[in-house]
Nanobody, 122 residues
Framework: QVQLVESGGGLVQAGESLRLSCEAS????????MAWYRQAPGKQRELVASITRTHDTNYVATVRGRFTISRDNAKNTVHLQMNSLKPEDTGAYYC????????????????WGQGTQVTVSS
């Protein structure tokens, strides 16, 4: 199994910054794509940013230019630097990882963290 633990959420004012971190642990063989999703109250969970093992990145249009996703393959961590935060960025942020375990190295499963809350006040 693979466990993901997020950290770094909080309450900030519009225009400020936050840095989210997520660490994967367990019997990991390899992690392919890592990503951050968010879910606002009453809305569906949406993909915010993703990053491949070779550091190719993808962002939802609403955060492009403000957020930066990065990862450390050796530490099995992924980060999301969020600048110029807006009230509409408020929500629960979830880390995900497409990972294979040592027991099943050819089977990739998407794992999720428990989420960390980001609240941006106007």
């Amino acid at each position: 199994q693979v466990q993901l633990v997020e950290s770094g959420g909080g309450l900030v004012q519009a225009g400020e910054s936050l840095r989210l971190s997520c660490e994967a642990s367990g019997s990991i063989f390899r992690i392919n794509v890592m990503a951050w999703y968010r879910q606002a109250p009453g809305k569906q969970r949406e993909l915010v940013a993703s990053i491949t093992r070779t550091h190719d990145t993808n962002y939802v249009a609403t955060v492009r230019g403000r957020f930066t996703i990065s990862r450390d393959n050796a530490k099995n961590t992924v980060h999301l630097q969020m600048n110029s935060l807006k009230p509409e960025d408020t929500g629960a942020y979830y880390c995900s990882a497409e990972a294979a375990t040592v027991r099943s190295p050819s089977l990739y499963v998407n794992y999720w963290g428990q989420g960390t809350q980001v609240t941006v006040s106007s």
